[in-house]
């Protein structure tokens, strides 16, 4: 425990009228717990900001009103504000003096698809999305996020007396596909404005209690890469199939036997999975058509594991077109979002804090196999670290647990539903720890 943390836990409890303790343990409790008062008296409007954002979502690159509610929040606060950077996020940045500059990132889109959680403030706006009309839906988080983010900003600027540098906020718009993170990039993000010296950044995560937070050191979330496979025949009527190279079953065949390279080609200790999301071809129940388009996803947290992945997918298809004596067919992989990598020091002096502020409800878990472009980020060299926090009823998720219930919904579910105020206030007390953390490793380097 360096003078620096010392002081600002002291004055921390001194404005909540805590004790303070001798120990690092019992001394970030009392921290946790004035930042846990600050919340109750501040939850009321992140409440409010949360439950508007949640009803009134907004799909990738159309999230106007939602970042001007958050630049609004921010501007208040006193960060100087910069819309529109990648389209329609934004970066918050508050400078208070020398020292790192930290980066807490939040999450602006949701998810074309309808909630059917219930609930009274859910959402029932729609947009257009991939020329059809669509509802529109956070049933990713990403509310829960931008509500912890704001909370954040908040008690880490009444702290500004206990810690100096500059806190970069930003709010990234489409991460939902995967593009936001590089849009921003390439609008500047790490020129026009301070690049960091770490990076934090959280998600909500189905299947574990309120009050959880949950890390990885190394690899936290899978690569995703694009698949589009269009198989060729020769089209004629079903009923005269001798007549035809059949595209319909060569797409058939390659769904089930691309599964081979999962089951037999790659190590079974390491993560890889392809995934066919959709089939297009054909127009009639009597017309065999004269081609088939698949995609789909290919997620791996290894690069050798990908190439083997790839290897696997376009021998697969060839052999395919081969059998049915068709012309090959033409395979696109699309290079997409990277595994997110959290850096192993940053991980560990957060660490350090968030188990004396948590206890055994900090936890250690796999990497995960959803995608996060977080990773473009850290790519560009900013160590970082990106941890999760569970969102459902204690009882409920040990009820699942025993077998005695079933599973709370998962992210991406239409039923998806955090407790919000539990939820809310952890992501607050988890991130806003884990930035002092930092602040208090770059004095210890000193």
């Known amino acids: 425990m360096t003078r620096f943390l010392a002081t600002l836990l002291a004055s921390a409890a001194l404005s909540t009228s805590l004790p303070v303790q001798a120990h690092a343990e019992l001394d ?86 309808e909630e059917k ?58 991460e939902e596909v995967g593009a936001g993170a590089m849009a921003m990039l390439r609008e500047g993000l790490f020129t026009r404005f301070p690049k960091p010296n770490f990076g934090f950044a959280l998600h909500a995560i189905g299947g574990f209690a309120h009050g959880t937070v949950l890390y990885t050191v190394g690899a936290g979330s899978s690569s995703a890469d694009g698949l589009t496979i269009n198989f060729r025949g020769r089209g004629g009527h079903g009923a005269v199939p001798q007549a035809t190279i059949d595209p319909v079953m060569m797409a058939a065949r390659f769904v089930v036997d691309v599964q081979s390279v999962i ?26 058509p004269d081609d088939v388009t698949l995609a789909g996803t290919i997620r791996s947290y290894k690069p050798e594991v990908r190439a083997k992945l790839i290897a696997g997918i376009e021998r697969t298809a060839k052999a395919v077109a081969a059998m049915s004596n068709a012309p090959e067919p033409v395979i696109t992989i699309t290079e997409g979002i990277k595994a997110v990598i959290n850096d192993p020091g940053v991980v560990a002096t957060a660490e350090k804090v968030l188990k004396a502020a948590f206890g055994d409800k900090l936890r ?14 850290v790519n560009s060299g900013v160590p970082s670290m990106f941890f999760r926090i569970g969102v459902h009823e204690p009882e409920r998720v040990a009820a699942a647990r025993a077998g005695e219930g079933p599973p709370p919904p998962s992210n991406h579910s239409p039923l998806f539903a955090p407790v919000p105020k539990p939820t809310i206030a952890t992501g607050i007390e988890a991130m806003t720890l884990a930035v002092l953390s930092a602040f208090d490793q770059h004095v210890r380097g000193k």
């Not at 501007?75 to 100087?80: K, Q």
């Not at 080609?265 to 017309?287: C, L, Q, R, W, Y």
């Open 28 to 113: 970030v409790v009392s921290l946790k717990s004035a930042i846990a008062t600050s919340i109750e008296s501040d939850y009321p409007k992140l409440e409010a900001l949360y439950k508007d954002i949640h009803a009134h979502p907004e799909i990738a690159f159309q999230e106007e009103k939602t970042a001007a509610k958050l630049a609004a929040e921010m501007r208040a606060l006193g960060f100087e504000v910069t819309e529109h950077v990648g389209k329609t996020g934004l970066v918050a940045i508050y400078r208070n003096g020398d020292g790192p500059t930290i980066m807490v990132r939040t999450e602006l889109d949701a998810l074309p698809m």
């Open 117 to 174: 959680t219930g609930l009274p403030y859910a959402s029932r706006d729609k947009t257009t999305w991939q020329g059809r009309e669509t509802f529109v839906a956070h049933s990713c988080g990403h509310d829960i996020h931008m509500a912890s983010w704001v909370g954040t900003a908040k008690i880490l600027v009444g702290l500004k007396d206990q810690w100096h540098g500059t806190l970069m906020f930003i709010a990234q718009p489409a």
């Open 263 to 288: 089951s037999r080609e790659k190590d079974p200790a390491e993560f890889g999975v392809v995934s066919i999301g959709s089939i297009h071809g054909g127009t009639g129940a009597n017309i065999i």
């Open 364 to 377: 250690p878990i796999p990497p995960v196999a959803p995608s996060e472009d977080y990773s473009e980020f």
